[in-house]
């Protein structure tokens, strides 16, 4: 069946401007995680959606990330006023349920740069 | 940070198997072992999870020691599609509900021909 999709793949933004990354999870998946990898870096949390509820957003690095998921499937990533250091691969993953018994599945990430 | 230690890097030859270690001393009695691993460019692909008991499937196969704070994941007959980042995570559970993945460096597999 169909992964996790996202897109764009690949993002080039100019600093200041504002991007949108978009997340398709695998239909049916309750559970909608980001993640920020840095180059050489394993990824990192930023945000965990349970359905359209947002429960955790404790990694978000600052007020400029937002990201919502407001029916409860697909996700959206949001970076206002973006600067060099955002630059990273943004992964995002989908688990069928809650629960630490769950996989997480990953998409490809969206690979952007800012200059 | 990771609650799992992990040698930085391993080699091993193509069609012998490949040991991963991991180190996690402090995990507690309810928390998963996963193993994640991630070839250049693309996303992290699921392998195996396991709580207590050791674990197989069409990938790997997942030994837990008996007082939980070691793992080793096995790779049987390793390929050169195996090159990849290993990530041994324990998988957190936080105030709220969240489920999040905290990884690690990992370890880099080289299998060679």
């Known amino acids: 069946g169909a992964g996790v999709s996202q897109s764009p793949r690949y993002k080039v933004a100019k600093r200041g401007q504002d991007v949108a990354l978009r997340c398709d999870p695998i239909s049916g998946h309750v559970s909608l995680f980001w993640y920020q990898q840095a180059l050489g870096q394993g990824p990192e949390f930023l945000t965990y959606f349970q359905n359209e509820a947002q429960l955790d957003k404790s990694g978000l690095p600052s007020d400029r990330f937002f990201a919502e998921r407001p029916e409860g499937s697909v996700s959206t990533l949001k970076i206002q006023r973006t600067q060099q250091e955002d630059s990273a691969v943004y992964l995002c993953?989908?688990?069928?349920?809650?629960?630490?018994?769950?996989?997480?599945?990953f998409g490809p990430g969206t690979r952007l740069t800012v200059t | 940070d990771a609650k799992t230690t992990q040698p930085p890097s391993m080699d091993c030859a193509e069609g012998r198997a490949a040991n991963l270690p991991c180190n996690h001393s402090?995990?507690?009695?309810?928390?998963?072992v996963y193993w994640y691993r991630q070839i250049h460019s693309q996303g992290p692909q699921y392998i195996i999870h396991?709580?207590?008991n050791n674990e197989t499937n069409e990938m790997a196969s997942l030994i837990i020691t008996e007082d939980r704070k070691s793992s080793t994941l096995i790779l049987p007959h390793a390929t050169l599609r195996d090159t990849a980042v290993y990530y041994c995570i324990v998988r957190e559970l936080t105030q709220g509900g969240s489920e999040k993945l905290v990884f690690g460096k990992g370890t880099k597999l080289t299998v060679n021909p």
């Open positions: 396991g709580l207590k």
């Open positions: 993953a989908s688990s069928l349920w809650s629960g630490s018994s769950y996989e997480q599945y």
């Open positions: 402090t995990i507690s009695g309810n928390e998963y």
